[in-house]
Each structure stands twice: as C-alpha cells, then as structure tokens.
C-alpha cells in the first residue's frame, strides 16, 4: 500500500525523500518491525479473548507428563501470526508481484484449513479435528495452485520446471510435467514438518523465524541484479519482493514467540503451524531452492523423520526406535529440561541456516 501509494509522490520537488519507499531493504525491515507492533499490541487482547471464551488445549494422554500441566493453556494464536503476516505485507508490499500474492494465499490458505483444524478439536470436541485426508486434500489443493501458476507464468531466469541443487552452481533439476506434483509434495511436506515440531514452548515459532532469515537472504541476492552477479546465481527478477514478505514472517514468528516462550500464554495450534510451514515451503518454491529445505529446515525433517522411523519400526518389528516421537519428545524424555532442548535444537537451526547460505558463495 505505502509501495503504491507514497512512492509515485517522489516525483513531486521536494518529496524526494519518498524515494526511500522503493528499496527492498527499507520496506522489509519495516514489514518486520510492523509484525512485531502488530504482535506486541494485540497479542494480550488475543490471549485474554482465548481464556474468556475457553478456548484451551488438550493435551494428548500419551504425551510426557510433565505436559499435563499445560492443559488449559489458550490455543489457535496462529491468527495473530496469520494477521501479523498478511497486514504488513498488505503496507509495505509490491502489489505488482505474483510471487508475494502466491505466499499470501498459502498462509492464509493453510491458516485457514488449521483454524477448522482447531475449531473442530476445540469447540467442537472433535478429538482428531480435521480428518487428516480432509486436510491433505487441502494442502494437496494448494500445491497444485502453486505449481500450474509458476507453469503458466514463468519468471524470467530459469525454466518453470527446473530448481537448482545445492553446492552446485548453474546446475539444476529440470522436472518437467513432475513439477505440479513436487510442488504438491514439497507444500505438504513443510507445512505437516513444522506442525510436528510444535510440540514445546517456543519450539516452532523459533525455528521457523531462523528459517526465515535465512530465505530472506536467499530471496534478496536473488532478486538483487548485482548481488546474483557477482555470487554467480541465476537472477529472478521478481523473487527480491518476497523479501518484504519473510521479514514479515521473521516478525509474526518473533512477536508470538515473546508469548509462546516457556512457559507459554499462548499456543499457536494447527492455525499458525500449518501457515508457516506452507509460507516456507512456498517461498522455496518461488525462489528455486526447494533442495535448501533440507538444509534451512534440518531441524523440521529430523522432526517428520523420527515420527517416520518410530512409526514404520513398531509396525514392522514391534519395537520403538526413540521413547517417544516427535524427536523433541524423546529428548525430554531423557531428561533433558523443555528449555534445554529449545535452545539446543535452536543452535542447530542456525548453524544449518548459516550452512545453507554458505552454498551461495560456493562453486
């Protein structure tokens, strides 16, 4: 909005200033620090609304025990991250760009799908909520959206089909009709691995603003014409405007960490889990750099794995592989302290973050 409407004044003589407006790096930072007002101002009138109406989480029976505790506790504060992503994008955004509108719609669509998620659990005492083919044929929805309107209208500097490989410059995987489907799988996947890891305090919310640092670094040097130059990358002209929209997220993801951190006023339930994850898996589609999920989001494919492995070992032997699954259980069952393991799988995702921008400089 403020792209749209105060930059053509800079024309005027003596509003030059408004020049600024343009910059990529100006407007993120402030879509950042938007999400964090937006975050700080309502996130106590969100928390106060979810404990008038009881709208409190249920804590599965099987869970450690020093959960049960936490029953009670408000929950579906993914709508104030939701809210304090879309708002800023909607203030300090390119409405010109397809690429920020694709992002949008997966947050909200995927916020949209774990808000019926929550509704159900929690005001209908639907214990599984959503039924999970209900849900995947949401995100598979989704998916498909995705991937036909990057095949119908391609950004200039790489095939539609194509992503690139890490560590390896100027090469990619050109997937040809297989490209709806990967995309398909790539938006499921994400989404699903960081509702796995919200299973902690603070847990996701941290992880996923570490992630999203690093997709915003991604995203500038990629749209930046000089940057992609002299680090040899391919440049996408249009990819630097979902810049604005990862600072967004870096702040909605921090802002509601400061009520999520342990011991937390607020979870963010399927709602804001399911978003961020979709917003992840997106921007790494946009950008061609589905493989750096790998790398950027180490901690969530741990996460999806363990569940994976503990799941396929006591079907096909009887036998469990970890104490219990997802892989931030396990380690609180051996004793570890809730924060403990917050920080510690927080070390990792930036060291990993740090490792997947280190492939940018590399041959």
Known sequence: MF???IYPLHKIAGLSLLNVFRYITFRSAYAAITALFISFAFGPVMIRWLRRVKLGQKVRQEGPQSHYGKAGTPTMGGLLIVTSIVVPCLL???FHSRQLWLALLATVWLGGLGFLDDWLRVVRNFPKGLLGRYKLAGQIVLGAIVGIV???HPEHGLPPTATHVPFLKRNFVDFGWLFVPFVILVVTATSNAVNLTDGLDG????LVAIAAVAFAGMC?????AKFSAYLNITHLVYSGELTVFCAAVVGAA???????????????GDTGSLALGGALGVVSVLI???????????????????VMIQVASFKLTGRRVFRMSPLHHHFELLGWDESRVVLRFYIVAVLLALLSLSTFKLQ
């Open 3 to 5: 792209y749209e409407w």
């Open 92 to 94: 300090w955004g390119n």
């Open 150 to 152: 990057i095949v119908l």
């Open 203 to 206: 847990l996701a919310s941290g």
């Open 220 to 224: 500038y040097v990629s749209g930046h």
């Open 254 to 268: 921090l802002g509601f960490l400061w009520f999520n951190c342990h011991p937390a006023d607020v979870f963010m």
């Open 288 to 306: 061609k750099r589905e493989f750096w999920l790998v790398l950027v989001g180490g901690v969530f494919v741990a996460e999806t794995l363990s």
